[in-house]
């Protein structure tokens, strides 16, 4: 399978970068809804399957590179027992390519888009960082997976005794690029603090929380979709007290080396673009059902006016449902207006907030170095 994360959501990159879903099952188990894998033979299968998913990743100019990636790449070969159940899986390797990191100057003056990317880039980077610091204190008692859908569908590549990770970081020879290379190379080394005991602590509590789950009728959900969604508060694999997404994030900026109000500044902008993701999703989906209604209301319309035609038409029956049908319209415009105020008023947060954090005193600009 081959799929990226790109503005906190997740595509296809074999299916024709279909949109994807990331939810738990009842066994709390992390799954891409609706993935296309495909069976390979050889090598030069995988490779054909790496161009073709390559050819159609999201990539931009910026004023770092020329060609940069602006999303996670994630390409995974599974291995699956021959006549065993469906779906289960003998094992598991996942090749990651990360989205460069740019400057905040590099994209302080850019447009929106380009500055969700970059805040989207920060947020998942720096989530990755905290859950594989997480995962190296063998007393830890919470790794923010949740924070970001990049450690969310890499959950199950870090939990469990016998997972194995390896960081390959590329560097300049360059003296101009020696401050990259520099925040490139501590970042990497992140990955040297994973301990074995620590992973296996993980397992052990994620293990433990699919139990209590199903005890306490946790696989319900199974009778409908058998997902829990995503962004819901609850216990994960790892994870103590319950947080969900929210305090996963702010758990992150507790973190960096800034001052209070830096952190504060940083979480506001990070917290406005999951907002923007969130609604963004919503309000499409709102939308479609209401384009959906319109043509079935439209189709109605059309009949009632037809029914004019005929010599028996009950003209009390016709300007009572044509009234029924415009008062649903209206209310549902109205709906929909309300929705679309919110989604500006976050837009206008996040361009505020973008701003506040790449002005602040001291001559400080954009993201921190991790």
Known sequence: SFFEIYGGKVFDLLNQKRKLRVLEDGKQQVQVVGLQESLVGNVADIMKLIHEGNCIRTSGTTSANQHSSRSHAVFQIILRKKGAKKGECHGKFSLIDLAGNERGRDTADSCRQTRLEGAEINKSLLALKECIRALGR????????????????????????????????????????????????????????????????????????????????????????????????????????????????????????????????????????????????????????????????????????????????????????????????????????????????KLAQEEAASKSFNQRPGGKKGFPVF
């Open 138 to 345: 063998k007393n830890s008692k919470h790794t923010p997976f949740r924070a970001s859908k990049l450690t969310q569908v890499l959950r199950d590549s870090f939990v469990g005794s016998k997972a194995k990770t390896v960081m390959i970081a590329t560097v300049s020879p360059g003296a101009n690029s020696c401050e990259h290379s520099l925040n490139t190379l501590r970042y990497a080394d992140r990955v040297k603090e994973l301990t074995e005991g620590g992973a296996a602590n993980q397992a052990k509590k994620a293990v433990a929380v699919s139990r209590i789950n199903l005890q306490s009728g946790g696989d319900s959900e199974s009778e409908s979709d058998g997902y829990d969604d995503d962004d819901d508060d609850g216990e994960e694999g790892g994870a103590g007290g319950g947080a969900g997404a929210k305090d996963d994030l702010a758990l992150l900026h507790r973190s960096l080396r800034m001052n209070k109000e830096e952190q504060q500044g940083l979480l506001m902008l990070h917290q406005a673009v999951t907002s923007i993701v969130e609604l963004e999703e919503e309000f499409e989906e709102e939308h479609r059902k209401n384009i959906d209604m319109e043509r079935k209301l439209l189709d109605e319309e059309e009949r009632l006016l037809d029914s004019l035609d005929g010599i028996d038409c009950d003209l009390d029956k016709y300007t009572q449902r044509l009234d029924e049908i415009l008062a649903s319209k209206m209310s549902r415009m109205q709906n929909m207006r309300n929705q679309l105020t919110a989604f500006r008023k």
